[in-house]
C-alpha cells in the first residue's frame, strides 16, 4: 500500500504558477534537455513545502529511445526532478545560489508508470536543510496516483568543474 501523500493536493491551487520555467532555471544552472521542471505552483517557506510540475509531451527527447513505441518516462528523471526541485526550495529559502549537487538516494520506489501526455507534479519537503547539505523527501503525482517517492541529498559544490 503506498504510503500518503506529503501534501494535500487539494488543499493547492495547482493552476497557479509562482515561478515560471525561466524563473526556476535562473536559480538552477541546468540547461537545454535538462529543464525538467515547468514551474513550481507552491511553496510554503516556513514548513519547507514545494510543488513543481513537469509537463510531458509525446515529443520529448527522451521518447524515442526509452521504449520505442512505448514512450515511458525514466525513473531516474523523476529523481532528477525531486532533486532540481530540493534545490529550487533551498535557494529560495536562503537566497544562496551555490550549486546543489547530488550527494545521495535514499528509499526510492517507482509505483507505476507515466506515459506522456501527461501532467506530473512533484512534492518535495524539505527535512534537514543546512547550509553544505540538505534533505528533502520528494513524491511525483499523476492522474491522482503516487508515481515515484524518494528522499534525495544534495551537496553545495563549486559551479566550475575546476
Known amino acids: 500500500m503506498p504510503p500518503p501523500l506529503l501534501l494535500d493536493l487539494n488543499q493547492i491551487d495547482l ?19 535538462f529543464r525538467l521542471l515547468g514551474g513550481v505552483c507552491h511553496i510554503d517557506l516556513e514548513r519547507l513545502h514545494i510543488v513543481g510540475f513537469a509537463d510531458l509531451r509525446a515529443d520529448d527527447w527522451w521518447c524515442r529511445g526509452h521504449v520505442p513505441g512505448r514512450p515511458l518516462l525514466p525513473g531516474v528523471l523523476m529523481v532528477e526532478m525531486g532533486a532540481q526541485l530540493s534545490a529550487v526550495l533551498a535557494h529560495v529559502r536562503t ?7 547530488f550527494g545521495g538516494i535514499e528509499k526510492c520506489k517507482f509505483r507505476e508508470p507515466v506515459f ?12 534537514d536543510h543546512r547550509s553544505r547539505r540538505i534533505v528533502s523527501t520528494t513524491q511525483g503525482v499523476s492522474g491522482g496516483h503516487l508515481i515515484f517517492e524518494a528522499t534525495v541529498i544534495g551537496l553545495t559544490m563549486n559551479r566550475s568543474p575546476g
Open 15 to 33: 493552476n497557479q504558477v509562482l515561478l515560471t520555467q525561466d524563473q526556476v532555471y535562473q536559480h538552477l544552472p541546468h540547461a537545454y534537455e
Open 95 to 101: 537566497g544562496n545560489r551555490e550549486f546543489i549537487g
Open 116 to 127: 506522456p501526455p501527461a501532467r506530473l507534479y512533484i512534492l518535495a519537503v524539505g527535512q
